[in-house]
């Protein structure tokens, strides 16, 4: 006979519940600081995400929180496109991969003065068909700024093909978007912006640090102060270019001083005009390379017949002299008081202000 003692039965279920319970409330513990440092890794994303705004047809606005990596992009050597995209991606977007799409751009820019003495930059942009982000960062450690990206470079845009900027993905991936800006102004009162040169890439090679053209934008805007700081910077760096062509950059200041600076045959030249469009300036074999057209004509004999002197509207309407149909953007940049209005699309009766 066998004789079961019925307490041998008894399931301690009290004792089961409260390991349970335990084991939820780690679970739980585990899972809230998890959250929490994800949170905070990727609070200044979601925050510059939240910020982002359809101003108008075509143009978006973002206030970018936290901190560009300015200092971290001087000094990791990028040479190319895609050692550009390599750094984006591991240092804004935890190793998922962004793409780059860029083809050739016609501008023009000009600096000049209005009546009452404050400086002018004007800035056409023209590309194909795209949507413009207005970036606006006021970054520790760098000059507060405006500047303004192609979204069509990060594969963004309302056209057919291309990631909705009003989607969660394009809007993530606009945050890649300070470090490929094609022109701007920062609150010192200097402001810069690249046009394209219709002849080939240039590569320099000395013992000096590498930048890419695309970021030298992002780099002078949040670095520089006056147009000799940043010729001081550029001068530093070995400049590299991409997709078959070279590029100048027009540099400003709220002093009035303007210079077109290009890279020719391994060696960086120093043109102090006031107004370029896509042809090499600089005085020697290359100059002309790529075409002197009417619109560099058009822009100097204007300030010429005017003395140097523009209104804001002046400088709107020699910007829409010289637009092409392409013309993205339009800008008239107020050096002296950190604003600017943006013309889109050509629609040179609706100005877009920023101050």
Same mark, same amino acid.
């Given at each position: 006979m066998v004789v079961m003692n019925n307490r041998t039965k008894k399931i301690n279920f009290a004792g089961i519940g409260k390991s349970l319970k335990k084991i939820v409330q780690i679970f739980g513990l585990i899972l809230g600081v998890l959250i929490l440092v994800i949170s905070i890794l990727l609070f200044n994303k979601i925050k510059s995400v939240l910020s982002i705004k359809h101003v108008d047809e075509g143009i978006y606005y973002m206030d970018y929180a936290g901190r560009v990596?300015?200092? #971290?992009?001087? +000094?990791?050597?990028?040479? !190319?496109?895609?050692?550009?995209?390599?750094?984006?991606?591991?240092? #804004?977007?935890?190793?998922? *991969?962004?793409?780059?799409? #860029?083809?050739?751009?016609?501008?023009?820019?000009?600096?000049?003065?209005? *009546?009452?003495?404050? /400086?002018?930059?004007?800035?056409?942009?023209?590309?194909?068909?795209?949507?413009?982000?207005?970036?606006?960062?006021?970054?520790?450690?760098?000059?507060?700024?405006?500047?303004?990206?192609?979204?069509?470079?990060?594969? /963004?845009?309302?056209?057919?093909?291309?990631?909705? *900027?009003? !989607?969660?993905e394009g809007k993530a991936l606009m945050l890649a978007a300070p470090y490929c800006v094609t022109d701007g102004i920062n609150e010192a009162g200097f402001a810069a912006a690249i046009l394209e040169l219709e002849m080939g890439e240039t590569h320099m090679d000395t013992e000096r640090h590498d930048l890419s053209i695309y970021t030298a934008i992002r780099v002078l805007l949040d670095k520089?102060?006056?147009? #000799? +700081?940043?010729?001081?910077?550029? !001068?530093?760096?070995?400049?590299?270019?991409?997709?078959?062509?070279?590029?100048?950059?027009?540099?400003?200041?709220?002093?009035?001083?303007?210079?077109?600076?290009?890279?020719?045959?391994? +060696?960086?030249?120093?043109?102090?005009l006031n107004a370029a469009t896509n042809s090499v300036l600089t005085e020697g074999i290359h100059y002309g390379d790529g075409g002197i057209d009417s619109r560099y004509d058009t822009i100097n004999d204007t300030l010429k017949e005017q003395g140097g002197i523009l209104t804001k509207d002046e400088a709107r309407d020699l910007l829409e002299k010289v637009s092409q149909s392409n013309t993205e953007w339009s800008c008239v940049y107020d050096l002296t008081d950190f604003s600017f209005d943006v013309y889109m699309d050509k629609d040179f009766k609706k100005a877009i202000h920023f101050n």
């Open positions: 990596k300015t200092d #971290e992009l001087l +000094e990791t050597d990028i040479k !190319s496109i895609s050692d550009l995209l390599e750094w984006v991606r591991k240092e #804004e977007f935890y190793n998922i *991969p962004v793409s780059f799409d #860029e083809e050739g751009m016609g501008c023009a820019a000009f600096l000049t003065k209005t *009546p009452e003495g404050n /400086v002018i930059m004007g800035r056409n942009f023209d590309y194909k068909e795209t949507d413009t982000l207005v970036i606006h960062i006021s970054s520790k450690g760098c000059y507060e700024s405006y500047a303004l990206a192609d979204l069509k470079v990060l594969g /963004v845009g309302s056209r057919s093909g291309l990631i909705q *900027p009003d !989607s969660k520089c102060a006056t147009v #000799e +700081e940043a010729l001081t910077l550029l !001068s530093d760096q070995d400049i590299h270019t991409g997709l078959g062509v070279s590029y100048h950059l027009f540099l400003a200041d709220n002093t009035g001083r303007c210079v077109v600076v290009e890279w020719l045959d391994g +060696e960086m030249c120093i043109n102090d």
